[in-house]
């Protein structure tokens, strides 16, 4: 049998579709190894100090603090809604914590008048990914919500680094952070 000679644009269909093959090759093992996005959630609870088992309060004066844990008053109900903003170089969340009954934020910031003045309440909630205008956004440091700090180290802190403290029912109060067990809390 004579042999059909082979030519080149017999040859080039064939390049074409493996370069193409191999190019979605690589799309598919890139896509496969990208991480994740992280999710939204929200979480509802009692934010509980992990350390005297008081629960963290609002009143209607947007005045914070905790008390003994009540089951049923929507002043002690947490949203936590999350991710916000950015993954944190040390692992932390940002999320915005809303309280069930006013519907405000739980906020703190350093006073710029007087910059030894650390404040905790609630206000609106303003809330940016812009880290300007981050107020209310808050790092949840830890691995899970059992046993979490809350900190703002964004630019209403004014180079402090603060976290939700409470050293005794009826007390609630930002210090810098230390991590200790004061400034644990668990949300159930």
Not at 5 to 26: D, E, H, I, Q, Y
Not at 55 to 60: E, P
Not at 120 to 128: G, M, W
């Amino acid at each position: 049998m004579p042999k059909v000679p082979t030519t080149t644009s017999n040859r080039r269909p064939k390049r074409l579709f493996t370069r193409l093959l191999v190019l979605v090759g690589l799309v598919v093992a890139s896509v496969a190894v990208l991480p994740a996005e992280a999710q939204a959630y929200e979480k509802v609870g009692h934010l509980k100090n992990r350390q005297h088992g008081g629960c963290l309060v609002v009143n209607d004066a947007d005045e914070v603090y905790t008390k003994p844990c009540d089951g049923g008053s929507r002043y002690q109900i947490w949203h936590i809604r999350g991710p916000v903003g950015h993954a944190q170089a040390d692992g932390s969340e940002q999320v915005t914590i809303l309280n069930d009954k006013t519907g405000r934020c739980l906020v703190m910031w350093v006073n710029d008048a007087d910059r030894n003045k650390m404040v905790l309440r609630t206000d609106k909630c303003a809330v940016s990914t812009d880290s300007v205008m981050s107020m209310g956004i808050l790092d949840g440091v830890g691995a899970n919500w059992q046993n979490v700090a809350l900190r703002n180290s964004g630019r209403w802190a004014l180079g402090h680094n603060l976290c939700l403290d409470s050293a005794a029912v009826w007390q609630a109060y930002t210090i810098d952070c230390n991590y200790g067990s004061y400034q644990r809390w668990q949300l159930y």
